[in-house]
């Protein structure tokens, strides 16, 4: 087995589609047959919620394995769809900004434990919406970003942000820090403001831009309530196929970059 790659999921905003993408994003790899452990850093959870870890069964968490001696394998824990495992989030992560606050190198913490792992083909991070130390641990951490952007009116604005501190990362502690892509989320074909978004974005971004769309799809949204993946609540929904198609998307710039 090769190195794991390591990508951020992230995007300052809120609600834009980092857990989601995150969670059906690798099902879809590990349906595929790749082996794939979500690394949940955002202080509320929801990607462990989603994967149905309640909060009494997270013992070692993304903060042990941020702030402890503890390693990746010693934190992920299997889920319910084969051949993904998580490291779950724990609220105590919401104080990682003071804990770390006296530490050097606390931007490389998440770096140390991460790089070079044979511990599975990829590692997602999913996020929390900032750009604070927790966020910037994961930019380190990682081989390339994937920025999920929801099609509406501010879009862009936030992305030339995030964009400033990837270049940030770059320059100093991880200068091979790549844009996996851009997904557009949350799609809505008979919305005339969605499709201005996705031509905006594709005309400022081009290439960055995944040709696959996520539309709004409802049962995206429910199957987190019930604990799974959308391509396990509901194999055949819109949501599965996107996600799905989204992962052939991915698995292909990857052998392109190869
Ligand atoms: P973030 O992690 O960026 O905060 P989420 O992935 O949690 O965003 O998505 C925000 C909300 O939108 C959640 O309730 C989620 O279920 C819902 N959602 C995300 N993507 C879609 C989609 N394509 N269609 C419908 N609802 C979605
Ligand atoms: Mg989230």
């Given at each position: 087995m090769s190195e794991a790659r390591v990508i951020a999921v992230a995007n300052q905003k809120g609600g834009v589609g980092k857990t989601t993408t995150a969670i059906n994003l690798a099902a879809a790899l590990a349906e595929l047959g790749h082996s794939v452990v979500i690394v949940d850093l955002d202080p509320q959870g929801n990607a462990s919620t989603g994967l149905g870890i309640p909060v009494e069964k997270r013992d070692l968490s993304s903060f042990d394995l941020l702030v402890?001696?503890?390693?990746l394998q010693e934190c992920a824990q299997a889920t319910e769809v084969k051949n993904l495992s998580l490291v779950p989030s724990t609220s105590d992560l919401a104080s990682a900004d003071i804990e770390l606050a006296?530490?050097?190198?606390?931007?490389?913490l998440l770096r140390q434990k991460l790089?070079?792992?044979?511990?599975?083909d990829f590692i997602l991070i999913d996020c929390p919406?900032?750009?604070g130390l927790l966020t910037l641990n994961a930019m380190v951490a990682a081989h390339s970003i994937l920025v999920p952007l929801q099609a509406e009116f501010y879009a862009l604005e936030g992305l030339s942000q995030l964009l400033m501190t990837v270049r940030e990362v770059r320059q100093t502690?991880?200068?091979?820090?790549?844009?996996?892509g851009v997904v557009l989320t949350m799609a809505d074909n008979r919305n005339n403001l969605s499709q201005q978004v996705e031509a905006d974005a594709r005309g400022t971004l081009s290439d960055l831009v995944f040709k696959t769309v996520i539309p709004r799809n409802v049962r995206l949204s429910e199957a987190p309530s019930h604990a799974m993946p959308v391509l396990h609540y509901d194999t055949q929904s819109k949501g599965s196929g996107a996600y799905r198609s989204l992962a052939r998307e991915f698995l292909s710039r990857q052998l392109a970059t190869v």
């Amino acid at each position: 087995m090769s190195e794991a790659r390591v990508i951020a999921v992230a995007n300052q905003k809120g609600g834009v589609g980092k857990t989601t993408t995150a969670i059906n994003l690798a099902a879809a790899l590990a349906e595929l047959g790749h082996s794939v452990v979500i690394v949940d850093l955002d202080p509320q959870g929801n990607a462990s919620t989603g994967l149905g870890i309640p909060v009494e069964k997270r013992d070692l968490s993304s903060f042990d394995l941020l702030v402890g001696e503890q390693t990746l394998q010693e934190c992920a824990q299997a889920t319910e769809v084969k051949n993904l495992s998580l490291v779950p989030s724990t609220s105590d992560l919401a104080s990682a900004d003071i804990e770390l606050a006296g530490r050097s190198a606390r931007a490389q913490l998440l770096r140390q434990k991460l790089h070079g792992t044979h511990d599975a083909d990829f590692i997602l991070i999913d996020c929390p919406p900032a750009l604070g130390l927790l966020t910037l641990n994961a930019m380190v951490a990682a081989h390339s970003i994937l920025v999920p952007l929801q099609a509406e009116f501010y879009a862009l604005e936030g992305l030339s942000q995030l964009l400033m501190t990837v270049r940030e990362v770059r320059q100093t502690a991880n200068p091979e820090l790549r844009i996996e892509g851009v997904v557009l989320t949350m799609a809505d074909n008979r919305n005339n403001l969605s499709q201005q978004v996705e031509a905006d974005a594709r005309g400022t971004l081009s290439d960055l831009v995944f040709k696959t769309v996520i539309p709004r799809n409802v049962r995206l949204s429910e199957a987190p309530s019930h604990a799974m993946p959308v391509l396990h609540y509901d194999t055949q929904s819109k949501g599965s196929g996107a996600y799905r198609s989204l992962a052939r998307e991915f698995l292909s710039r990857q052998l392109a970059t190869v």
